[in-house]
């Protein structure tokens, strides 16, 4: 148990048997009144987004979150199979928590998997991942970088947009977290 003073970013709450994390929070202290705590919260598992209001020192339970660095080993049917790189333990995360992550997901990549009570929530992964180019339109001559987009295939089976001058079997950088194309490897 804590209290709302000592809220901080990135903390997990349990709340009404849900997990939600503290993407923002600010203590106000009104002229007139208690203060108060104004907060933003992210379901972990669903993603919504809800701003709630606490009286300042009210209680809230915590949740303990335990964060590893993982390695993805196969796709088993719909699951995902993890390996804990200093304990060589298997996870088995469903696709569902695994998510729009997939299309960025190669074997053998490193990854960072959160649980809760032995429970997969999600997974996180490096801000930008390197793949190569399956299947794109061919350039024409005379084509520029700042000219306009096309989209490729890459290796996972992802869509992503590319200038028009980036060919089949190429290596790019992907931003993992809207799927931009970067630049070449």
Do not use: C
């Amino acid at each position: 148990m804590a209290t709302t003073n000592d809220l901080k970013n990135g903390l997990v709450l349990n709340l009404d048997g849900d997990l939600w994390t503290v993407v923002e929070f600010q203590h106000v202290k009104p002229g007139k009144g208690g203060a108060f705590v104004r907060t933003t919260l992210k379901n972990v598992l669903s993603g919504k987004v809800v701003d709630r209001t606490f009286n300042a020192g009210t209680k809230v339970e915590t949740a303990t979150v335990d964060k590893r660095t993982m390695q993805y080993l196969y796709l088993d049917g719909e699951d995902y199979v993890f390996m804990d790189l200093e304990t060589y333990e298997q996870i088995t995360v469903p696709g569902g928590t695994v998510g729009e992550a997939s299309n960025f997901l190669l074997p053998e990549a490193e990854v960072i998997v959160a649980t809760h009570e032995g429970a997969p929530l999600y997974i996180e992964l490096p801000t930008s991942v390197i793949l190569e180019i399956t299947y794109t339109e061919p350039g024409l001559q005379g084509d520029r970088s700042t000219g306009g987009t096309k989209p490729a295939t890459v290796e996972t089976g992802a869509t992503v947009n590319v200038p028009l001058f980036i060919s089949t079997g190429e290596k790019i950088k992907v931003d993992t977290r809207d799927s931009r194309y970067l630049g070449r490897a």
